[in-house]
């Protein structure tokens, strides 16, 4: 699946069931790694989690607020294809509630706020 050839839309966990096999973005705080590093659960902005799997291992300390780039299952699981932790330096802590609000703006006009690519033929 081509998940980083086309643009993806942001969503939490609400939003996960319409979006079965299809690539797709969250972000969310890690809640917990599981032992075996391979899986991990993040909570949105509404604190919700969702169940995030991986093909390798970690081979990092996972914690804060994390972006994966991922195919939801039909389990409702991420696929994460990448994950990228975002920093929270200088004190400034990612604001995930605002980050959920935003993303209820972008999904409620999305004529305004276009993810898909239109093709002519």
């Avoid at 973005?25 to 790694?33: A, L, T």
């Avoid at 995030?52 to 991922?70: C, F, H, Q, Y």
């Avoid at 389990?75 to 920093?87: E, S, T, V």
């Avoid at 993303?103 to 239109?118: G, R, S």
Wanted: overall charge negative; glycine content about 8%; proline content about 7%.
């Amino acid at each position: 699946m081509a998940v980083f050839e086309s643009p993806k839309p942001r969503i939490n966990h609400s939003m996960l069931s319409q979006y079965i096999s299809r690539p797709i973005c969250f972000v969310g705080r890690v809640e917990k790694v599981h032992p075996t590093g391979k899986s991990f659960t993040l909570s949105d902005g509404e604190g919700k989690s969702a169940s995030v799997e991986l093909n390798e291992p970690l081979d990092e300390e996972l914690s804060g607020v994390v972006e994966v780039v991922g195919v939801v299952s039909n389990k409702g699981a991420i696929m994460a294809y990448a994950y990228n932790m975002l920093r929270e330096d200088k004190g400034i802590p990612f604001d995930l509630e605002l980050y959920n609000e935003a993303l209820k703006v972008i999904n409620d006009y999305p004529q305004h706020y276009p993810f898909e690519i239109a093709t002519s033929g």
